[in-house]
């Protein structure tokens, strides 16, 4: 006696190229949409690298006051240094700080203009951070590709960073 199951309950040996073809593509997609979500766009990258410039300069300013030492900021090309006096006073560079090390921009970041209190900082100059007031108002211009943004000092210490594409009603509210 010849007994045999019907076709719907066989039990399949494996997958057809068909289905496999298509779990790839589903797999390929789902990969290319979490790769453009982690990739930073232009803006993320240059915002990032603001904020903490921002982040930085504002507690240089707060180490000068608390520690009674005069504090610096200045730049070459694509990095930037932080300053500090020494018993001589004399500035010495910070080099082996956690927080105040040298830092190098990413690719393609670059400082622009700086402007202390409405003066034009030459290359090598310094932003001195005074460890009895708060810095003079500042403004530090970056870029990366088409995009650019500001990093705004104010007389009261506090540090702020402003995209360049702002309105300008939105930037004087920033600004106050």
């Known amino acids: 006696m010849n007994f045999r199951l019907p076709k719907l309950l066989r039990i399949q040996q494996g997958f057809t190229l ?11 997609i789902a990969l290319g949409i979490v790769v453009v979500q982690l990739m930073p766009d232009d803006r993320t990258m240059l915002r990032e690298e603001a904020a903490r ?8 300013g707060l180490e000068a006051r608390s520690s009674g030492r005069s504090m610096a900021w200045s730049t ?4 930037y240094l932080f300053w500090k006096k020494n018993d ?6 910070i080099e082996d700080d956690t927080v105040f090390r040298p ?6 970041i670059l400082i622009g203009e700086i402007n202390v209190d409405n003066h034009l900082l030459k290359p090598g100059e310094q932003l ?3 460890s009895s007031a708060f ?4 403004r530090i211009r970056m870029s990366y590709a088409s995009t650019s943004t500001t990093v705004i000092g104010k007389s009261d210490g506090e540090v702020i960073v402003q995209p360049d594409d702002m ?6 509210r920033a600004a106050q």
Do not use: H, I, K
């Open 135 to 138: 810095a003079p108002p500042f």
């Open 103 to 108: 830092r190098t921009l990413p690719q393609g």
């Open 128 to 130: 001195a951070l005074s």
């Open 53 to 60: 410039l921002a982040l930085l300069l504002e507690n240089a």
């Open 88 to 93: 001589y006073n004399d500035w010495a560079r």
């Open 18 to 28: 068909v289905e496999l073809l298509v779990v790839l593509v589903v797999m390929g």
């Open 76 to 79: 070459e090309n694509t990095r």
């Open 167 to 172: 309105s300008a009603e939105t930037s004087t």
